[in-house]
């Protein structure tokens, strides 16, 4: 069965005075390649996501068609890596509405429909979002509350994470229950993305633009800013446009940002998600270079300072992006993968087999593995790139930039490797994660010879 797909069964247990039996009965999935995620009853009722129609859309079991049919995916941003994910729920008592929430154009919707009746589709569907309902840009994870109450977590550019309670009848100003952080942001220094579609190998791909905006400051040119394109991690996962300090950083300091949706990433149904079938290392790396592309075409970027950075997946696709094209002037790679041989010999065990859907049935196809792997395509490196490394990351193991750093050295590459001590797979300590950005943006200005940066740290880079 391919790696994202599944069945859904239901398992009833009988028992009499001296036996326990089971019957198993398929409820959907019987063709072995639909994903079907999030079962869940309302009372007798059982509830569930699948793609068999090319989205994640809603069905009954039952009932042959989805209850709510559209070309959206319902069931939340990210794929269904953690338990209690749940994309959908029913508002309280003998209601019969169910409640649930997608992305449209890079904005959250929240959709209200009638399921009362057990054989027929959903009536009565009302939506609302944004501005006009008085709802947050982006927000998930709904659930119910009472008097057409409900609760979700969101966000916008400007506002950091936060658990809300909107009243669907009111339509007052979702109200903040709790936020991530205590800080506040002029507005002055915040960019509001702009989801972007820009031709690619396969079609078209997809990403947000930010472009660069600092009220304390003026542009005395007319060129072109520099742009700095981020590679999401997963790498089937997705991006999206709520408060991200990490993009405002670069955006506040005069970069451009294209956050790219490559392809193989969720919310943008099952033909999208599945390009990164077999083709980790492929599609991903065409969509990056062909977003870059197409803002320099568009002049919202300039040619000559093109930079990537990515985590973990992401920075599997960055150091692709570097060594296999010819793209990009220089580039970050965070707990990145430049081996694949020995991810997949070493990593940890929830992973274990994830590569075989990615690039192939290992150890069989080794040799996919190694030409997929920047490692082994150092002679075509020719830009500096910056590695950052948790010391005790168990999901990419520190050899693997160790391994890069060392051969970047020897070809005679600008580069610099930093290794931070108690970190894992992903920086969790405040002080390492502001250093790992200014050692980025130092890196990035020495190389663009851009001077007279507020407060740039110093950063010791081999062979510039």
Not at 123 to 146: A, C, Q, R, T
Request: aromatic content about 10%; glycine content about 12%; charged content about 20%.
């Amino acid at each position: 069965m391919p790696w994202d797909s599944t069945e859904l069964r239901v398992t009833s247990i009988y028992k009499d005075s001296s036996n326990i039996s089971c019957d198993h009965k398929l409820i959907a999935g019987e063709d072995g390649n639909t994903s079907v995620i999030q079962p869940t009853y309302q009372g007798n009722r059982l509830y569930y996501i699948s793609d068999e129609s090319g989205y994640y859309n809603i069905y009954r079991a039952g009932y042959k068609e989805s209850v709510l049919p559209m070309s959206y995916d319902f069931g939340g941003a990210a794929p269904g890596w953690a338990l209690g994910q749940q994309g959908f729920c029913f508002m309280p008592g003998n209601d019969g509405r169910l409640v649930a929430q997608y992305s449209k154009d890079g904005n959250s919707v929240l959709i209200v429909a009638d399921v009362s009746d057990g054989d027929a589709p959903a009536k009565d569907i009302k939506e609302y979002s944004g501005s006009k309902d008085n709802l947050p840009m982006m927000f998930g994870s709904v659930i119910p509350g009472s008097d057409n109450d409900v609760y979700f977590v969101g966000g916008s550019p400007s506002v950091p994470s936060s658990i809300y309670k909107w009243n669907m009848e009111s339509k007052t100003p979702a109200e903040v229950l709790a936020c991530s952080s205590s800080l506040s942001f002029d507005e002055e220094l915040i960019s509001v993305p702009k989801q972007v579609e820009f031709p690619t190998t396969l079609g078209t791909a997809f990403g947000y633009y930010y472009a660069p905006k600092n009220g304390g400051y003026t542009c005395t040119t007319d060129d072109a800013p520099p742009l700095l394109v981020k590679a999401h991690g997963g790498p089937t996962a997705c991006t999206g446009s709520s408060f991200n300090a990490g993009i405002q950083y670069w955006t506040s300091r005069g970069y451009a940002v294209l956050d790219v949706d490559y392809g193989g990433s969720t919310g943008y149904g099952r033909d999208y998600r599945r390009r990164l079938r077999k083709s980790w290392g492929v599609v991903d790396i065409d969509d990056v270079c062909a977003g870059a592309k197409y803002l320099v075409k568009e002049g919202l970027a300039d040619g000559e300072r093109l930079c990537i950075d990515g985590g973990s997946a992401g920075g599997y696709t960055t150091l692709g992006a570097l060594a296999f094209k010819d793209v990009f002037k220089a580039g970050t790679s965070l707990y990145g993968i430049g081996d694949l041989t020995a991810l997949a010999g070493d990593t940890h065990k929830f992973e274990s087999r994830y590569l075989d859907g990615l690039v192939g049935a290992y150890p069989e196809e080794e040799e996919l593995y190694k030409q997929r792997s920047p490692i082994e395509s150092v002679d075509t490196l020719s830009c500096p790139i910056l590695l950052l490394q948790g010391v005790e990351d168990k999901v990419v193991p520190p050899n693997q930039a160790e391994m890069m750093h060392k051969a970047l050295l020897q070809k005679g590459i600008p580069t610099c490797l930093k290794m931070y001590e108690g970190e894992q797979h992903g920086f969790r300590k405040a002080e390492n994660i502001e250093d790992a950005l200014d050692s980025e943006l130092a890196f990035y200005s020495r190389v663009f010879g851009i001077e007279g940066v507020p407060g740039m740290v110093d950063i010791e880079i081999d062979n510039l």
